[in-house]
């Protein structure tokens, strides 16, 4: 634990020196939150990203379902990503991405058994938790006050699904909203 702590620290000086060395008079935060998915499931859609230069930034989305505890299927996947922009603007305009999902289901099921003179029903749980790779692409566009717009796509292939319900690919997108400081 001590070995992680002073990794972690020792990697957050050298990036606090880097940055400093490197001034820069652009915003280099973007939070973004996409109102689909709250209106349209019970699901909420983040995504933070740092800018690194003027064509490139890494970032995290995040998806976490809402749902109460008597669904029978959650979902949470959060996703690290490098893009490499092609705009005009900081950061801004077409972009590519690689991903890696960090996808976690549980599925909730019943198995009924019945036989002559009996029956009987058991309640199981298959939990499972994925790591994967994709691509994906969009564009962002910064409006006054910086505002920014993402609209955005992605596929990614996941690597130890065993369950019978759970699919091998899985994506992301965002269609948001956010502001970058």
């Given at each position: ?30 939070i ?123 596929i ?22 956010g502001?970058?400081?």
């Amino acid at each position: 634990m001590k070995k992680l702590l002073l990794f972690v620290f020792t990697g957050l000086g050298i990036f606090n020196l880097y940055a400093q060395e490197t001034e820069t008079s652009e915003r280099q935060n973007d939070i973004m939150l996409s109102p689909i998915e709250l209106i349209a499931a019970p699901m909420i859609n983040v995504s933070y990203e740092r800018l690194l230069s003027e064509n490139s930034g890494v970032g995290v989305n995040g998806m976490f379902y809402l749902g109460t505890n008597n669904d029978d299927y959650r979902f949470t996947q959060i996703s690290p990503y490098y893009r490499m922009y092609f705009g005009k603007k900081y950061a801004a305009g077409f972009f590519v991405e690689g991903f890696a999902p960090i996808t976690m289901t549980k599925d909730t099921y019943y198995d009924f058994y019945a036989g002559p003179g009996y029956s009987s029903s058991t309640l199981r749980e298959d939990k499972n938790t994925t790591v994967g790779i994709g691509v994906g692409f969009g564009g962002k566009w910064v409006a006054r006050k910086n505002i920014i717009f993402e609209a955005s796509t992605g596929i990614a292939r996941r690597f130890g699904t065993d369950s019978k319900h759970d699919s091998a690919i899985t994506g992301k997108g965002m269609l948001g909203i956010g502001y970058r400081f």
